[in-house]
């Protein structure tokens, strides 16, 4: 069975850190691009971070994210954390050396886990 896994999320403070991982089961993640995705209530499913199949570490602004082939898992480091980041975040795997901020072009879906950042 082919399978994402999200883990890492939590209720947090404003200025905290989390970090989100992201396992794979049944397949590599080494041949994919993947992506975090997140969606808060009432609102649209965005973008946060990707890296491509080739990528190392990524830092953009106060999200790195990271791949572990070994490991079978990229890992989404969130700092400085604030209360509109709070959402369900999602990762996805596309079967593609690159990246896309359209998420019709993941092929597969984990579950999402919550992120509360709140005092």
């Known amino acids: 069975q082919l399978q994402l896994v999200e883990s890492g999320g939590g209720l947090v403070q404003p200025g905290g850190s989390l970090r989100l991982s992201c396992t794979a089961s049944g397949f590599t993640l080494d041949s994919y691009a993947i992506g975090w995705f997140r969606q808060a209530p009432g609102k649209e499913r965005e973008g946060v971070s990707c890296?491509?199949?080739s990528g190392g570490l990524t830092v953009k602004g106060r999200f790195t994210i990271s791949r572990d082939n070994a490991k079978n898992t990229v890992y989404l480091q969130m700092n400085s954390l604030k209360p509109e980041d709070t959402a369900v975040y999602y990762c996805?795997?596309?079967?593609?050396?690159?990246?896309?901020?359209?998420?019709?072009?993941?092929?597969?879906w984990g579950q999402g886990t919550q992120v509360t950042v709140s005092s």
């Open positions: 996805a795997a596309r079967f593609n050396a690159y990246c896309s901020g359209d998420s019709f072009e993941y092929n597969y």
């Open positions: 890296i491509r199949r």
